[in-house]
């Protein structure tokens, strides 16, 4: 991953000298990285490539989750919801379905009734 201050040296040295190949040679690279962050600087895009937002395989039954774990008051365990999850469509492992995100058992502010998961 490079900085941005390399990104803008390979700009700066394509305006430069006019070829991909030159200005990677003079900024150490190859030529196609400069011929990207060109293409990127002229689409009016970010210097660098941003994280795609991942699917979780518990989306899809998000909402029978969330809805279950507020007729309980979170207090339905993951144990409990995984046979109703599965028979909304979830496809997943046991395991990963522990991994949901639940609320804090602690009572503070940020106990939000969300579903079941890790601590």
Do not use: H
């Not at 991953?1 to 900024?27: F, H, P």
């Not at 989750?65 to 492992?93: C, F, H, M, N």
């Amino acid at each position: 991953m490079k900085a941005t201050r390399d990104y803008v040296n390979m700009i700066d040295a394509y305006q430069e000298l006019g070829s991909y190949r030159a200005a990677a040679q003079l900024c150490g690279t190859t030529d196609k990285t400069v011929r990207r962050a060109v293409e990127r600087q002229q689409a009016g895009g970010p210097w660098t490539r941003r994280a795609r937002a991942r699917r979780k395989n518990t989306d899809a039954v998000a909402e029978v989750i969330a809805q279950r774990v507020r007729e309980t008051d979170g207090r339905i365990s993951a144990k409990r919801l995984l046979p109703v999850a599965r028979a909304a469509g979830y496809q997943g492992s046991a395991r990963n379905f522990r991994r949901w995100p639940r609320p804090s058992r602690t009572g503070g502010a940020s106990a939000v009734a969300t579903g079941p998961g890790c601590r």
